[in-house]
Structure formats: C-alpha cells, structure tokens
C-alpha cells in the first residue's frame, strides 16, 4: 500500500511538472505562464526577461507577443485586436514597476499614434488631437509650427496649396534646398581627384583618363589609379613599354565595359547592388558628355530598354560604375582567356594545364590561381 501511494505520488509530481521551452528547466503548474495569443507556456522569469528586453529596447508594440511564435506580420493583426485591459494586467504580472511604468507609456504612445487625427511634434515629445480641415499644428508646448502631413515648418506659401506643391515651391526658392541637392549630385556624380581632392561634376563618354586642372595628377576615374608614362611606372620591368597607362583593379570600368551585358547584370543581382534606373519624362539619354575636354550636353541617343531611362552605353558604364564602388570581384563571370589575361598583366605564372584538363577546368585552375595571387584592392 505505501509503495502504491509513493508511486502515485511520482506520478502527480511528473503531471503537474512543465519543461520551458526557453531555458529547458522543470517547473510546476504555478511557475508557468500561458501566452495571451497562443498555446505556448513558458516559465515566468523567462516571461519577464523577454518582456523587460522588448519593452526597453522600444520593440514591444510593434514586435511578436510571444518568444516562441515566430515574428510575422500576423503579429501585427494580433496587437490590433488586443484586450489592452487583459494586456495591462497579464504584464503587471510579471513586470516589475518601473518596466511597467514604461511599457504603460509605451502603450499609451501606440494607442494615440493609431489615431487618424492625432499628431506627435517634429521637435519636441508633445502630442495633441488636430482640426482635419487645416494641416498646420502648433505644439501647445514648444510653439513650432509645421505641416501635419509633410512635416515641413509651416510657411505661408502652404496655405491652400497640397504638399506636393509646396515641395515644388521651396525647391525653386529654398536656398538651403537648393545647397542639399547640389551636394546630392556632387555625391553621385563627383570626381574628386586623389591627390588634391579637389572635386568636379562627372561626365561620361570619352576617356576614362582624368587630369585634375588644379595640379595636374594624371588618374583614371572610376578607380583613382595613377596614370603614368611608361618611364615613370617602375611597377613591372616592361612597364615602360606599355606607354601612358595605369594598372586597373580587375573590377574596373577600364575592363568591365568589354564584358557582356548579361554578365555584368547578373553580377549587380547576384551581389545584391541596385540597377541603375534614372527617370527622365522623354525617351533621350540625357546623360552629360564630354569628349577630351570639351562638354558635349546631353547625350541624346534612345534608351536601349524599357528598364531604364539609359542608352545602352550610358547603362553599361553605369553598371560597371556600381560593380566597382561596391567592390564587386567579377572573376566569377570572366571567361578563361580573360583569367589568362588577368594573370599575364600582374606577371603570375600560369597554372600548369594536364592533357586531361579542358577549358572548364583550367578556367576554374585560373580564377583560383587569381584568388591566391591578385587580391581585388
């Protein structure tokens, strides 16, 4: 008879024992915590390590409501149709009072934000409900004024026009705006030379070969490689037979340009880096050219593909622009007599090819032998 009641007490022992899926510890009934929004339970210390990190890391409203559901937009759905009363208490549970303090703030925050006619200050942490029919908000507590919709500080010549409008407006007489948009092109499209840093708004077409006006460095300008007479580059023996030049990194413009287009795109879309897209209103490349030293305007020839607002020459510089500035190694698209060239411009001896290896192979014997002997800089 004692042995029948130990055993049953074994057994409600092991029935009344629960294994969080969190730290993988024992606990009994008591010492666990069911999710408000789904099956799983975890022990409450986990519970409240998870619910202290979100709240004061600011990722609670917005992130999944248990540690265990992987996060999903469904996460989302699920707050907007919360019993915040239920919520409050379930965190007040397991919460101590400063992090409750927090995540009531928090909460309040999310619950006046979802509301279509209230507006949080650009400048300081002030809030209020706004008039629908006007878009201009002045903070009770700081005094700024700007537009509820577009955020700009509210200027008179807003008044009755839309947001769009108004940008328009401020681009053509904001001379703050007009600095930002010079800096914006001179970004994007700048030469800055590498010895005086001096810089120039870029052109294409033409020679890639570059001569600063300022001190007359010689340079290439897609990778800033010094041009030097053969006599000059001490770099290999026979450089001074190669008359002016300078030793491109294999991912430059100077190489790039003789791949194939699919090639090239494939590159872009395999290391992730954007397409170039420019969208003009007309069919014209309006790229600007310059030949020698001479600004030639816009380009003017017809884009080459619906994808993009480039003629196709334009479009494979700007490629191989992008493959460049993203250190993009193209030695996975070229061909085996370009691996044979690579490895002959740097003075790498060629690999050593069997009777029994076709071209694939020493293709793939090269780009190795390149990988080992000519780092991408």
Known sequence: MAQAMQDRCTMDEIASSHICKICMMDYTTDEM?????????????????????????????????????????????????????????????????????????????????????????????SGMFV???????????????????????????????????????????????????ISRHMQENGIKCPKCLFQYSKTSGGCIHFTCTQCGFNFCSCCNNEYKKGS???????????????????????????????????????????SPVQTFENSKCKVPTQIEETFEGECGKRNFDSRTNL???????????????????????MSLKECMQELRRHKVTLPDRGPWDDDVIYRTMCQQHIRNNIPLK
């Open 33 to 125: 915590l069911s999710m408000l929004y789904c099956s799983h339970k975890i022990c409450k210390s986990c519970a409240k390590s998870f619910f202290t990190e979100k709240i004061q890391s600011g990722l609670l409203i917005v992130d999944n409501l248990c540690p265990i559901c992987p996060y999903d937009e469904g996460s989302h759905e699920q707050f907007e149709n919360l019993d915040y009363s239920c919520f409050e208490t379930f965190m007040r549970s397991i919460l101590d009072q400063n992090t409750y303090s927090i995540f009531q703030q928090k909460l309040r925050d999310k619950l006046l934000s979802d509301q279509p006619n209230f507006c949080w200050c650009v400048k300081c942490t």
């Open 131 to 181: 008039n629908k029919q006007t878009n201009r908000f002045i903070c009770s507590n700081c005094n700024e004024i700007f537009c509820v919709k577009c955020k700009s500080p509210w200027k008179k010549q807003h008044e009755g026009i839309a947001c769009e409008m108004f940008e328009d407006w401020q681009k053509s007489n904001c001379p703050k705006l007009q600095e930002d948009a």
């Open 232 to 274: 000059q580059c001490s770099l290999y023996k026979d450089c001074y037979t190669m008359g002016m030049h300078c030793h491109h990194p294999r991912n430059c413009l100077f190489y790039l340009r003789e791949m194939e287009l699919e090639d090239l795109e494939a590159l872009i879309k395999a290391n992730k880096v954007s």
């Open 311 to 333: 003629c196709r020459e334009h479009y494979i510089e700007q490629i191989c622009t992008n493959i460049h500035n993203s250190k993009i190694d193209p030695i996975q698209k």
